[in-house]
Structures are given as C-alpha cells and as structure tokens.
C-alpha cells in the first residue's frame, strides 16, 4: 500500500497546455469517483482546484480540469500562466484500510519555463 | 469567509508529546468532518487523522495509529491533535483541513503549524 504515483515534474512554456497523471489501483482512483486535486505554494495553504474527478470549486479559473480512465486520473492545464507554477497533489478515497479514507498522490512540480 | 489557523506546534524531544488545535470560523463547524493532514520536509502531503461532524468516528493513517488522537468541541469550533510517543519521523508542517462531504475532499485548508521532533 503506497501513495498515488505522480510525476515528480512537468514543465512547459506560457500559453502551453500540460497535463499531470495520477495514478492508483481499483480500490481508490479506479474504484471511486472520488478523486480531487490541489494546487500548492510553498508556505501556503494547499487550494482544492478539482474533486469528484472533474469538477472545479467556484473562483477555479477553468483552465484546469480533470479526468479519470481507469485507474489513473489527470490533470489538464490549459494556457498556462506564470502564477501555475507550484506543486500539484492528486488524492482519492482509499477503500485501503491500512491507508485510512484517504490517500494523496506523490505530487508533481509544475514550472513554468 | 473561512479561516482554519492552527497553533501549538513546536519544538519536541522524542518520546514527547504536543497538541495541535486549529480554530475555525466562517462556516457551521458541527455540519463537517475535519481531517489533520502533514507535509515531512520535502516530502508529499500526507493524511495524518480525521473525524466526523459529531466525532463519533475517527480515524488514523497506520503511521500514528495509537500515538495520535483526534477530536473536536464543536462548541468552541475547535479541531484538536493529540500527539504523544513523537518520532524524528512526526517533523512536519501539520495542516488542519475541512472536509467537502462524505470523503470527497479537502475544500478548506489552514496555513500550517511547525512541528520538529528533534534531541
């Protein structure tokens, strides 16, 4: 039993599209729908951008969205801006009893080049 | 507006003990479960706890499961931690969260509080 594999950096250009993988087994991505995301600043509160696999909390800009297919979820930003640059966390619902309900990914650093 | 500031985070030797509260507001804090989550210096985000809206449930990542103990006075819309037997491993930011519904998330974060196990 471990944490969600993300890769560790994904980097591209202003106005480029990049998209962060996320990737579990059948008892937490694959089994539920209960996949969500955060944006990460160092120093700062982590900010919920995705939950439910696809949806965005008021004031999200809708240049991120997510997606799930099988076992692993996404995350797509689109027109990418100097302020994307942080650390990304994906985290599901985990029927792990070992893990507790929930499990987070290993985090990707999103640079803006 | 929602706020969530932690505090009582700190310097520790090992085998110690500390507790964490983190303080609510802007929200029904009875109407949601709450859940402490930690950051291990450059490492990932890692759920620590959580507990229902009415703390007649908890629940403990294995790595605490018997050190740490969660509650909450809903009167006092305050969220505790309760950490004794503390590790060199226990080192980290430790966020108070707030749980969207029926374990679908984090909507609401604190800011964080310090705390370092260390001789």
């Known amino acids: 039993q471990s944490a969600l594999t993300q890769p560790a950096s994904v980097s591209g250009s202003p106005g480029q599209s990049i998209t962060i993988s996320c990737t579990g087994t059948?008892?937490?991505?694959?089994?539920?729908?209960?996949v969500s995301w955060y944006q990460h600043h160092p120093g700062k509160a982590p900010k919920l951008m995705i939950y439910d696999v696809t949806n965005r909390p008021s004031g999200v800009s809708n240049r991120f969205s997510g997606s799930k297919s099988g076992n692993t979820a996404s995350l797509t930003i689109s027109g990418l801006q100097a302020e994307d640059e942080a650390d990304y966390y994906c985290?599901?619902?985990?029927?792990?009893?070992?893990?507790?309900?929930?499990?987070f990914g290993t985090g990707t650093k999103v640079t803006v080049l | 507006e929602v706020q969530l500031v932690e505090s009582g985070g700190g310097l520790v030797q090992p085998g110690g003990s500390l507790r964490l509260s983190c303080a609510a507001s802007g929200f029904t804090f009875s109407n949601y479960a709450m859940s402490w989550v930690r950051q291990a210096p450059g490492k990932g985000l890692e759920w620590v706890s959580g507990?229902?809206?009415?703390?007649?449930?908890?629940y403990y990542a294995d790595s605490v499961k018997g050190r740490f103990t969660i509650s909450r006075d809903n009167s006092k819309n305050t969220l505790y931690l309760q950490m004794n037997s503390l590790r060199a491993e226990d080192t980290a930011v430790y966020y108070c969260?707030?749980?969207?519904?029926?374990?679908?998330?984090?909507?609401?974060w604190g800011q964080g509080t310090l705390v370092t196990v260390s001789s």
């Open positions: 985290s599901s619902y985990t029927s792990s009893s070992t893990l507790g309900p929930y499990v």
């Open positions: 969260a707030k749980d969207l519904s029926a374990a679908r998330g984090f909507d609401f």
């Open positions: 059948s008892s937490d991505v694959g089994g539920f729908n209960f």
């Open positions: 507990i229902s809206n009415s703390a007649d449930s908890t």
